[in-house]
């Protein structure tokens, strides 16, 4: 699941590169790729707190390069994190919240691809999206995320 981080965040920052800080995020209408950026990283953060049992209030920059630098520290550092403590429930979370924020961020793309995530890997997802997306739909504050189509 560490890998899993790693790649859907790779994949990720890729899509908002390209999208572009102003970009649209389709599934999650009311936010821009610099929102969704910051809130991927804020859980990043956060969730570092959690694993090290630090409870941290995320603070992100305002300016879109340095929450990009931002983020990258907080993907360093989250790593480290759950490197030392490899049982941690968070890891399959963070693992599977990250994916679903890259299929976001691939959302913003002016010719988005099919969103593909492996059999295995989707079936373990299956409780953050019980959990966290569907009711409310937290995932994108505010009840903004669409349903998959």
């Given at each position: 699941?560490?890998?899993a981080?790693?790649?859907?965040?790779?994949?990720l920052?890729?899509?908002?590169?390209?999208?572009?800080p102003?970009a649209?995020?389709?599934?999650?209408p009311k936010w821009?790729?610099h929102?969704?950026?910051t809130?991927v990283?804020s859980v990043h953060?956060a969730?570092?707190?959690?694993?090290?049992?630090?409870p941290?209030?995320?603070s992100?920059p305002p300016?879109?390069?340095?929450?990009?630098?931002?983020w990258d520290?907080?993907r360093?550092?989250l790593?480290?994190?759950?490197?030392?403590?490899?049982?941690?429930?968070?890891?399959g979370?963070?693992?599977?919240?990250?994916?679903i924020?890259?299929?976001?961020?691939?959302?913003?793309?002016a010719?988005?691809?099919?969103a593909r995530?492996s059999?295995?890997f989707?079936?373990g997802?299956?409780?953050?999206?019980c959990?966290?997306?569907l009711?409310?739909?937290a995932?994108?504050?505010?009840?903004?995320?669409l349903?998959a189509?």
């Amino acid at each position: 699941m560490l890998e899993a981080i790693d790649v859907h965040a790779d994949a990720l920052k890729r899509a908002a590169l390209k999208a572009g800080p102003a970009a649209k995020v389709p599934n999650c209408p009311k936010w821009t790729v610099h929102d969704l950026v910051t809130h991927v990283a804020s859980v990043h953060c956060a969730a570092i707190g959690l694993v090290l049992d630090r409870p941290v209030a995320p603070s992100p920059p305002p300016e879109w390069v340095d929450v990009l630098g931002w983020w990258d520290g907080q993907r360093l550092a989250l790593r480290e994190a759950l490197v030392r403590d490899p049982g941690s429930p968070w890891t399959g979370r963070l693992a599977h919240a990250t994916a679903i924020h890259r299929l976001d961020a691939e959302s913003a793309l002016a010719r988005p691809g099919p969103a593909r995530l492996s059999p295995e890997f989707a079936r373990g997802a299956d409780d953050l999206v019980c959990a966290v997306v569907l009711p409310g739909s937290a995932g994108c504050g505010s009840g903004d995320r669409l349903p998959a189509g």
